[in-house]
């Protein structure tokens, strides 16, 4: 039966017709995983081109930012500093511009090693560092300000294995910008170098500063004198930059242009105008460090006042220091002992005890006092300097012969309270406001703790002390017509644009009246008379032509071992009014356990002499129209 047959033969078997569909079904899952893939890689695509435009479209400004912060790094542009000159406007310091060049050496050798592989011809690093060494040598020379500038102590600093190092300091801006400009990898930093002209004249008032480049922000600061207690003013507002720095280096700002902008300008400090005269100051420092030296003494101090402004003209110690070199010196070379040490002063505080009894009415200049060789005061006896027997003495003469016997005699009539009242309207006790760094206020026992002796020493001048200054402004006092005017030292403010602000005057004291001033005056000139048996005790200050008021002192010490005044150890000092007709000038003078025997170091009065004879020249002052009369001071 061949239909059959053919039909059977012509089927496919079973098991062969069952493998057909799984075939197909493997080739579907593939075309899936293809297409799946497709659409994966798609994705990626698209999102990776989402956040491209995103970063550079959308958070382009931040990201930018950001870097920039990273790299960017703001500083303080120094402000220039103010200047001090004295009253004529001469310069006793100021600052100058100058340059510090530095190096990147690990960034600089990185860079030029990039460049090398680009270019060959351009040499090695070695070879720029010896062209950059030897174009120093040629700018600077070989040294400057004492550092190595030499080629070979210039290409061993720029060899370095280190990511910073400063190659000069204080380098003149013109010669740095030579520099900067040829070579750009080598940076310049700004610096103020300060300036003494003056080298070590008053340098007790003005003190020192110099550039802190370890402080921040890096400037010049003031660390002695008028230099730190006016350095606020004088330092000025400092300006705002920003520039690119090497992060993880301390900050060190990459050389190179376009690396800095100015966000703010500097602000320069004001300048100071003091009341002093430069060459007085000159002729006062050369004198007092000159007698000093002669008269053995430890320290010397001597006080030039304005005897109607109170303006400290001159102010002067016998030990100074250079400010440019001011680490050298010792503590005691910085301090001002004019108005930092004090002392007992001795027989120049009788002023007080003469100008009260002359104001009270107690006594006249002509008055007559029987004066013991001692007194008895408390529990103590007090001798006058030199044995005598008992003897008349005129008021004027208690005083031009330093009588201390006769003093107190007086005192014991002016009674404590109100001797103690007129040492307050001296000054006394307190400072006396002069701007001067470093013033100590002195000490007068506070009137509850007097005891019996208290004023046994008090109007003989031991038992109190004072400093330099406040001795010579009491004698100011008496100069201006009983008016005291606390001394000062800064008399004008300056700006940058040469603006000048006067600075406020002191509050005045009444002491005295006019009449009972220019009593005392008269009375004090015959401490400089010189007449046979009538001489004061300080002839030596007298001026020939010029009327001479004034007062020496000498003023026993501690001896430590005794716990009690010193036989040998003295405080020698004198204080005068020059001319005493028509004052002009109050000189202070102080010297410290002189011990070189003769009349150097038994009195201040030659020295007073040599300086009111400078000032007589210097400010070309009128003789007097008449000599101090010879008065009658032992009958």
Known sequence: MPGPSRGRTARRPLSVRGTAPAKRKRGGNSRVRLAVGRLLLVAALVMAGVKLVQVQGFQAEALSAQAEKQRATFIDIPAARGSITDRNGNQLAFS??????YAVPQLTREKWAKALEADPSIGSYEDWARGVARFIQDTLGTEVAGQRTDEQTMYAQLTKDTTYVELVDNVDPGKAAAITEKYGDIGSEYRAVRVYPNGELASNIVGAANWRKDQQPPATHGLLGLENSQDNLLAGRNGRRVVDTMQGNNNVVIPGPGRSRELAAATPGRSLELTLDVDTQYALQRMVTDYTAKSGAKTGSAVVLDSRTGEIIAMANDKTFDPVNFGRATEEQHRNAAVSAVFEPGSVNKIVTAATAIEDGVFQPDSVLTVEPTIKIADRVVKDATWHP?????????????????????????GEDRYADMLAKFGLGKRTQSGLPGEEPGSVPARNQWSGSTFGNLPIGQGLNMTLLQMTGMYQAIANDGVRVPPRVIRAEVDANGARKEMPRPEK????????????????????QKSPGQTGTGPSAALPGYQVSGKTGTAQQIDKNCACYSETVYWITFAGIFPADDPRYVVGIMLDAPTGGGEFSASAAPLF??????????Y????????????????
Do not use: C, W
């Not at 100058?96 to 060049?101: H, I, K, S, W």
């Open 96 to 101: 100058v511009e100058a340059r510090a060049l």
């Open 390 to 414: 008992v003897q008349d003495m005129t008021f004027t003469g208690v005083f031009a012969k330093s009588s201390n016997v006769g003093t107190l005699m007086t005192a014991q009539k002016i």
């Open 509 to 528: 004291t009444r002491v005295v009246s006019p009449q009972t001033a220019k009593t005392v005056r008269d009375m004090f000139r015959a401490v400089v």
């Open 609 to 618: 002499h040599d300086i009111a004879s400078y000032l007589a020249q210097r």
């Open 620 to 635: 070309r002052i009128p003789m007097s129209a008449e000599q101090s009369p010879v008065v009658p001071l032992v009958l």
